[in-house]
């Protein structure tokens, strides 16, 4: 964005969460990216496929030529960003086209509003990088020739470049799932005519799914941005009542320890052997020594499990299985691989008597992220926020109205040998250039700001101040 150019108008005085979206997404992509999506946003395309035709008749109009047009629009906005401009950007054709996906009236949650237009661009991409035709349509009502639309192969290699680069930076990140269980129960093993304790394990294969974006996060309760994200995508999580047995045995892997004598005393051992009921504490006891000591331990296929648990239950007709056969599950997340940007997004709100509350708790946001104690070896540095500024509207339910700005770090404009950062705070269509850094300004009217306190005013208290950081934006080093 050049340092005289403006922001998106707010035309409709409630679409500032939709525009705030489009400035980090232009400032989360690299040049190289913007530029690309520019030059795609250049496909001459006919009129009668404008933006008007298809308000009018969008369902009989070839979907690649609605993606391009969707592209298009993108492009074009992105190129205002970066010219000198002395009026706001007025981004209407672009709100028209994905107005039925985004309620321009919900102005309470700008993450929602950033993960829908991320979801649109996504669709757009794939949608024009695929082999189908732009050029074929079934609408007998517009010529052919009226969708000629410069060349396809260009169009195709152009979406396949930027559809590769957003999800560099968006949707690269993958998390591993993963769900197991242990049970403790009485088996008998061989040679041996009395019940032994035995710890039952079960897992099911760990399955990837796709990093969020935004990544939703709690701040209640939560003490810094770092622990906060670890508990989210580096964490166990315990699952109340989940019904192992109903599930497929070939769905997960079985094995079994059996418990040492000196790991569980005689009186407790004898116990469990009858089905006595056992509380938490001692079961979390019995696996901890197991853990310690030398178990023997043997893996057994889906269909073994199954008879090994059945001859093991079968083998006293004094034990009570329900009384203390109790399934202890957890699902264990853990990061696989990251994109590029991380996008947060930072739960202020909870419901709480038939009402929406703010959460104006503080949470200290670290200026350069640091996740090697999620397990991951990377650094991330802070590139922008999506803040909301608080308006007590006593026509709302909910506790206060407001409206949203944001605030983006420049590739460009570095001072005193890059110690300084350039920043803007774009607040609609008007923006505020400022540094960040602990030089003095070569321009003596150039505010400057240090990382603290830019890191503090978005994460800190809210109850005696106006605004708060919803979204924050991090960059890897």
């Known amino acids: ?130 082999s189908s035709s732009i050029n074929n349509n079934n609408n007998n009502s517009i010529s052919k020739s009226d969708h000629q639309v410069g060349n396809e192969t260009e169009i195709t290699l152009l979406a396949k470049s930027i559809l590769d680069d957003c999800n560099t930076f968006f949707w690269k990140g993958t998390l591993s799932h993963q769900i197991t269980g242990t049970m403790l129960t009485a088996c008998r093993t061989t040679g041996n005519d009395t019940n032994e304790t035995c710890r039952v394990m079960r897992s099911k294969p ?80 019995y696996q901890s020594a ?58 202020r709100s909870e419901y709480k008597g038939g009402r929406i509350k703010k959460v104006t708790d503080g949470i200290d946001v670290p200026f350069e992220l640091d996740l090697n104690g999620c397990g991951i070896g990377h650094n991330y540095e802070l590139a922008g926020a999506i803040v909301h500024k608080d308006e007590v509207d006593a026509r709302s339910n909910d506790d206060e109205s407001g409206h949203y700005l944001s605030y983006m770090k420049e590739e460009t404009g570095s001072n005193h040998l890059g110690h300084n950062k350039m920043w803007k705070k774009i607040d609609d269509e008007r923006v505020y250039p400022f540094e960040v850094g602990r030089c003095h300004s070569l321009n003596t009217k150039q505010k400057v700001v240090s990382p603290e306190a830019l890191a503090a005013m978005f994460g800190g208290k809210t109850r005696k ?13």
Not at 98 to 114: E, Q, R
Not at 236 to 241: E, F
Not at 265 to 285: H, P, Y
Not at 467 to 475: E, G, R, V
């Open 206 to 285: 760990s399955q990837e799914r796709p990093w969020p974006c935004p990544v939703p996060i709690p701040v209640k309760g939560y003490r810094t941005i770092t622990v906060s994200l670890c508990s989210i995508v580096s964490s166990s999580q315990s699952i109340n009542g989940y019904e192992w047995d109903a599930i497929n045995q070939s769905e997960y892997k079985e094995e079994r320890c059996v418990l040492e004598n000196n790991a569980v005393s005689n009186t407790n051992r004898s116990s469990i052997a009858r089905g006595v009921a056992v509380d938490s504490e001692q079961a979390d006891n």
């Open 290 to 347: 197991s853990d310690s000591s030398d178990d023997s331990c043997s893996s057994a296929s889906a269909s073994g499990s199954s008879s090994s648990s059945s001859s093991s239950s079968s083998s006293s007709s004094d034990m009570s299985i329900e009384e203390y056969m109790q399934w202890k599950t957890k699902k264990t997340v853990c990061p696989v691989s990251l994109p590029n940007v991380i996008i947060l997004h930072l739960s």
């Open 1 to 130: 964005m050049h340092p005289s150019s403006r922001g998106i108008k707010n035309i409709s005085r409630v679409s500032c969460h939709i525009s705030c979206g489009l400035q980090l997404i232009y400032h989360a992509l690299s040049p190289t990216c913007r530029n690309n999506l520019i030059e795609l946003s250049r496909v001459p395309v006919h009129a009668h496929v404008s933006t008007e035709n298809m308000n009018e008749g969008g369902g009989d109009v070839n979907g690649k030529v609605l993606a391009l047009l969707i592209l298009l629009e993108f492009g074009i906005i992105f190129r205002q960003m970066g010219e000198r401009r002395d009026d706001g950007i007025d981004a209407s054709n672009l709100y028209q086209l994905f107005a039925s996906k985004i309620d321009s009236t919900n102005v309470g949650d700008a993450g929602a509003s950033l993960r829908t237009i991320l979801l649109i661009l996504r669709q757009s991409l794939e949608e024009c990088s695929s």
């Open 465 to 477: 101040k106006s605004n708060c950081a919803t979204i924050l934006m991090y960059k890897q080093i």
